[in-house]
Every structure is written in structure tokens, then in C-alpha cells.
């Protein structure tokens, strides 16, 4: 096969200079970052769809202007200013090159002649200049953050010194990274603050098992093969039993991927259909009113809210409005949707698997998308899809349909009346509204939750594919059902809280915060902990922007993570456990609100993921620990609740700490402070 080059010239860069660029490759949905090498060839598997490549860390003068677009053998000049933001078009799966030549200045895309199997990427440490430590006592000046005399302890040793002429003198521990982290030895308790929040984000399925009965419920099965689509059956009563365990974290809520009721087939994995894709995640819905049933039931979740409740933890449930969950076989033949073909399946048509030459996408062979008899799925005056007598996809944010997924139609004012399917749906809560149009039967669907369970606050999906108008319907219907939930229940709290996705923002405050969000995920942050797991000085420019941005916004709030469903698992890009120890130092003391990805703290590492790299980030959960991961918790639990005992560390103001001595072994110290809460960091090197 001849193959298809693809070349990028980039700026001139004074060699001394020279930082290595980064290369981020997105979907709509998902992202991943890689450091551009000029040793080694960065071959990564794509499948067909449409990407938008971004160079940075690109220094020097460019000598060419920005170009829109990418052409074959066409070179393509980078912006050596800021990112360079470019689409490319995949017609083909199959593994792709990036071959990186730093002299020429170069980005050679390639496609690769042959395919290979779940091929990983293993990243090398950064090359970064870091203060080092040679062991022993250090002296740290303190600045005017306590005073003569003030007695301080370290969180991780436990080792308490007191401040004599404005400094203080001890050692770290030898397995924190070279990590101090002083508190007064008399801590009074602080009120709680969302912009110090510490958020765990379970994915319910993949958690722990606390009911092994529910876990094939509507029929569904097993693969009996990798298990990379299917549900491995954690559920809300498997959350229940490991609140104390999330709680040691430092943990202040818990963010759980979506619990409601999904769409009971499968639709195929991946781009070749290679396994059979459930929706375990919670993302592909079908009754938004009622749990399901391999998450367990009503009364589960209201056990989960109030013990965590008791933990002083809150509970966030993840709300979805863009898009519904896929029609399935298992899900046409439930509801008496005429649209099937069923010759050739088996009685039970969620039995069906592919045979022969066959693969998971073949099902579509037995549905007929040209029906009339769509009209009594969800309809067209609900949802936008390519089917007879519904709207069309758009283009836009808004009207686009993610990843095929029907598209809620939330800007539409028409009055509609719920599809019969559902209105019959066995446990159901969905009744038909006078004058109610799509987004406000969402809004109730979703908020009634908050109603009935006293639910602290969304995370809240795909926020830039719906108008900021229904989010701002969403928080005041939320705000004002916690309100009457509290008083019912004679409780008090902070108000309703509501964290959004807005795919690729950073920590600046935007206008989706006017439309009730009080705080946006920051995207942003991860791509900054190679480095600051490297060296944790590395984290400086971000510490003091995120820090500054905090005090001149009130209403802002970013959430800063280094793992996630939709990108990739921290662990996975390095395999070291001393990385992963950093990177927790580096996340754990960031400005703003925090999220944990599940299994962060004992290095989870990827699963099983076919051809759909997303699938393995959400591996089961470890809970046997060997000895490093043991050691890893430990840190990761001391950093998490000194975190949880200071506000300033996420809110305060940040403040480096100039030390006496300038040389490469001098320690890195900030000091945060909000009110009378003061503490004081040092990083004495590597």
C-alpha cells in the first residue's frame, strides 16, 4: 500500500531554547496529548472520524503565517506564539506516525502499512532543570506568613519545628518527593469552600460490585472475551461500602457517572465493531426518571446521600441533556418499534452475535432506517437524526449530533407529549405535561432527582451543545427543589452546586459561568503534569495564573484533574510510581477545585480497549494493593487531607517565598493564605 505523508514545517527555534512541542489530537468527545520526540516516531492507532490537531510549546520566531489547513506533502507552518489549531480528516483506521525532526524542524504524519493491537504509548520523563536535594535538614525562610515563635508541623512526617528569626529548619519525608507541607500545630476548623473541593468521580460500573445479583439485568450478557464493552456490575450499594475508604482521601464530594436508566442492548465497539458496547458509562440513556437496575435502586441511593452526608461528603449526580442513548435490538423489540427485520434472530433479539464474517455493527444489516415507523421512537419533534421525519444534524454546537446520538431538540418550543414507549416503561416516572416542550420535561426529569434525594449538585455534560438558557433553568429548578428538600428535611447547606463540561476549556472565566455554573472542568491542567510530576516547581505559572484569576472573579472556579474517562489515566502514560506520587503533589495543591479519577490514588492502570483507546481508561478499580501502591495511597491520603483541612490551599492567595540562598538547590516555597487560614508549601528538589 503506498503510503500518505503529510509534512508541517515548523518556525525557526533558537536550539537553546528549544522545549520538545506537544501534540494534542481531539475528537469532539475525547483528547489525548503526546510530546512530539525526535528519537522516536510517535505511532498512535486512529479510527475514522475528524480530528483537530494542536501543536504547543513551540518556541522561537516563526518565520512562515498560520495556515487553516492541512494538504499532503504540503508544509505547514506553526505558530510559535501560541497554539497551532488544525483539522484532520481520517478516512481509514489503522495507526498513524508523527515523526518529530527537530533539525530539519519538521512533523512528518504518516500511515502505517500494517495495523497493530492495542499498541501503547509510553512516554519519556521530561527533560526539565529542577532544584535538587542532597539529603538532610533544610532551612526554609518563612517570610512573614507565621511569626516568631509559632509552632508548625508537617503534615507528612508529623514533625513539628517552631519559626525562630523567620525560618525553620527539618527534613522531608523520603518517600513524599521531596514534599513539605507546614500547618500550625494548633489548626482550628475551616467552613467548607467549593473552590478548595476535593471531588472523587467514580464510574459506578467499574467501582466495586455490592449486589452481584443486579449485574445482568434486562438480559444483558458477558462477551466472555475482554469485557471491554459490557457491565462488570459495580453499583450504588458497592459505593456505600467504600465511602470510608473515599473519605480518607480527603475527599469533599462525590461526583457519580450517571446512574439512570440506560438503553438495555448493546451497539458496536469500536470502529471494526470488535466487541459488543453496553452502556455500562451511563451516558447512552433511556429513561432519565428511574435507576438502573444494575446500579441498584431508589432506596440505595438515598442510603448513599445520607451516609455520605454523615462523612461530610456531598453527592454530585451527572446530568445529561444533549442526547439520548442509541436504539438497540434489545430496546426495538421491548417498546414494539416495527422498525426490525426479524427472520434471521434469535427470539430473544438481544441474544443476537455476530457470526462468520459478521462483527457487532452487523445488527444494523437487520433494521430498516427508512421506516415510517420511526415516528414512534422518540420522534422527530423531540430529537434531531438522520431518519424519516425527524430534523436533520446540523453543523453547530448545538444542532450537531455527537457521536450519532440522537440530539434533544432543548431549543425547540414546541409542545410535545413523551413517546408511548416510554410513558409505559415499567417503574417509570415520566407523565405527560400540559405545555411542556423538551427542554422543560429535562429540566423536570433531571431536577426531580434533587427533589427526592436531596442531591447536592450536577456535573453537568456536554454544556456547549445546549443553550445557556435551559442551564439556567436547570440550576433554579435544582436550587429551588435542594431548598424545599432541606426544609422538608429540616437540613442546611451551601447552594445547590453545578461544575459543567465545556470540551477544551481552561481556568479563565468565560460566559457559560452566567448561565449557572459555578465552576468549569479545566482541561488545561493536564497537560501541564508530565512536568510538574517531573519537578514540582514546573507548576508554578499555573499555580500563580489559576491562584490570581481566583481572586480577581468571585464566581469563577476551575476543576484541574490528571486523569479522566475521556482522555487518558495518568499512570498509563509513564508506569512509575514515583510519577504518580508527584503528579498527586502537583493536582492536590492546585488553585481552584480539584477531581480525582477513581483509582488515581493506587495507580489503576488501563484495561482491555480494542480498538476504542477510551474503553481501557475505565478499568475495574484495584482494591488488592501491592506494597508501592500501598505506600502511594498513604501519601496520596496524608496531601488529600491536609488539602481538606485548608481552604487557602484551593482559595487563598498564592505567594512564592523568596528563599536566602539563589542556587540550583534552593527549595521552592509558596505560602496560600484565606483569612486565618495560612500554610506553607516547600518542594526541596529531586
Not at 508544509?75 to 510559535?80: D, E, K, S
Not at 507565621?146 to 525553620?168: C, E, P, R, S, Y
Not at 438558557?469 to 429540616?490: G, I, Y
Not at 478499580?621 to 488539602?643: I, N, P, S, Y
Request: charged share 25%; proline share 4%; with cysteine.
Amino acid at each position: 500500500m503506498k503510503l500518505k505523508t503529510l509534512t508541517f514545517a515548523l518556525c525557526a527555534i533558537i536550539p537553546s531554547a528549544f522545549a520538545a512541542p506537544n501534540l494534542t489530537i481531539a475528537t469532539t468527545t475525547n483528547s489525548r496529548d503526546f510530546p512530539l520526540d525526535s528519537q522516536n516516531p510517535l505511532v498512535i492507532p486512529l479510527t475514522k472520524d475528524d480530528y483537530t490537531l494542536t501543536v504547543t510549546g513551540v518556541e522561537g520566531d516563526c518565520q512562515s503565517e498560520q495556515v487553516s489547513s492541512i494538504k499532503f506533502n504540503t508544509p505547514v507552518a506553526l505558530n510559535c506564539s501560541e497554539a497551532t489549531t488544525l483539522p484532520l480528516k481520517i478516512r481509514f483506521t489503522g495507526d498513524y506516525a508523527f515523526s518529530y525532526d527537530d533539525k530539519a524542524q519538521t512533523l512528518t504524519f504518516t500511515r502505517q502499512a500494517k495495523k497493530t493491537a492495542n499498541s501503547e504509548f509510553k512516554r519519556p520523563i521530561p527533560d526539565v532543570t529542577c532544584e535538587q536535594y542532597s539529603g538532610g535538614e533544610v532551612t526554609l525562610t518563612v517570610g512573614e506568613t507565621f511569626a516568631n515563635g509559632t509552632h508548625l508541623k508537617d503534615a507528612i512526617t508529623g514533625k513539628v519545628v517552631t519559626v525562630k528569626q523567620g525560618m525553620v529548619t527539618l527534613a522531608p519525608d523520603a518517600n513524599s518527593g521531596g514534599l513539605i507541607l507546614l500547618e500550625p500545630v494548633e489548626t482550628k476548623p475551616q467552613p467548607f469552600n467549593y473552590r478548595n473541593a476535593n471531588i472523587y468521580f467514580v464510574m459506578v460500573d467499574r467501582f466495586n460490585n455490592g449486589e452481584p445479583k443486579n449485574d445482568n439485568s434486562y438480559g444483558r450478557k458477558k462477551d466472555g472475551k475482554d469485557e471491554v464493552g459490557t457491565f462488570h456490575g459495580g453499583d450504588l450499594k458497592g459505593v456505600i461500602e467504600k465511602l470510608d475508604y473515599i473519605q480518607s482521601l480527603g475527599t469533599d464530594a462525590i461526583w457519580l457517572s450517571p446512574i439512570v436508566e440506560q438503553i438495555h442492548g448493546f451497539v458496536g465497539g469500536g470502529d471494526s465493531g470488535s466487541f459488543p458496547f453496553y452502556g455500562y458509562h451511563g451516558y447512552w440513556t433511556r429513561d432519565f426518571t428511574k435507576i438502573d437496575a444494575n446500579f441498584g435502586v431508589d432506596e440505595d441511593l438515598k442510603t448513599l446521600v445520607e451516609e455520605a452526608h454523615k462523612r461530610g461528603m456531598k453527592i454530585l449526580l451527572d446530568a445529561v441533556l444533549n442526547h439520548s442513548g442509541y436504539a438497540t435490538l434489545a430496546d426495538l423489540q421491548i417498546d414494539h418499534i416495527d422498525v426490525v427485520n426479524s427472520a434471521n434472530l434469535p427470539q430473544k433479539w438481544a441474544d443476537w452475535s455476530p457470526i462468520n464474517s459478521e462483527n457487532w455493527h452487523s445488527f444494523h444489516q437487520y433494521i430498516d432506517y427508512n421506516s415510517n415507523n420511526w415516528k414512534y421512537w422518540w420522534g422527530g419533534d423531540w430529537v434531531r437524526a438522520g431518519l424519516p421525519g425527524y430534523t436533520k444534524p446540523g453543523s453547530g454546537d448545538i444542532t450537531m449530533t455527537l457521536a450519532g446520538l440522537p440530539d434533544f431538540r432543548t431549543e425547540s418550543t414546541e409542545f410535545v407529549k413523551p413517546p408511548k414507549w416510554l410513558l409505559k416503561n415499567e417503574g417509570t416516572r415520566v407523565m405527560v405535561r400540559d405545555n411542556f416542550t423538551v427542554s422543560d420535561y429535562l429540566i423536570e426529569w433531571q431536577s426531580d432527582w434533587v427533589k427526592r434525594f436531596g442531591i447536592d449538585g450536577y456535573r453537568v455534560d456536554t454544556v456547549k451543545h445546549v443553550e445557556g438558557e435551559v442551564w439556567k433553568r436547570l440550576k433554579q429548578a435544582a436550587s429551588d427543589n435542594l431548598n424545599q428538600w432541606r426544609k422538608e428535611h429540616n437540613k442546611q447547606g451551601e447552594p445547590f452546586w453545578m461544575m459543567g463540561e465545556v470540551w477544551g476549556h481552561g481556568a479563565y472565566r468565560s460566559p457559560y459561568f452566567d448561565d449557572g455554573f459555578d465552576a468549569l472542568i479545566n482541561f488545561d491542567v493536564q497537560k501541564k503534569m508530565d512536568k510538574g510530576a517531573t519537578c514540582l516547581s514546573q507548576m508554578e505559572s499555573v499555580y500563580q495564573e489559576n491562584a490570581k484569576t481566583l481572586q480577581q472573579q468571585a464566581d469563577f472556579n476551575p476543576v484541574s484533574y490528571m486523569s479522566s474517562h475521556d482522555t487518558e489515566l495518568f499512570f498509563s502514560r509513564f508506569k512509575s510510581f514515583e510519577m504518580q506520587r508527584n503528579a498527586a503533589n502537583a493536582l492536590l495543591l492546585n488553585p481552584g477545585a480539584v477531581q480525582v479519577y477513581y483509582g488515581d490514588e493506587v495507580a489503576r492502570d488501563l484495561g482491555p480497549y480494542a480498538d476504542d483507546f477510551h474503553q481501557g481508561t475505565r478499568s475495574d478499580m484495584v482494591w488488592k494493593l501491592d506494597a508501592e501502591r500501598e505506600t502511594l495511597l498513604k501519601h496520596w491520603q496524608t496531601v488529600g487531607q491536609f488539602r481538606q483541612r485548608h481552604p487557602a490551599v484551593g482559595a487563598g492567595k498564592h505567594q512564592v517565598i523568596k528563599q536566602q540562598s539563589s542556587t540550583e538547590n534552593t527549595p521552592y516555597v509558596f505560602s496560600r493564605s484565606l483569612g486565618e487560614d495560612k500554610i506553607i508549601v516547600a518542594f526541596v528538589g529531586k
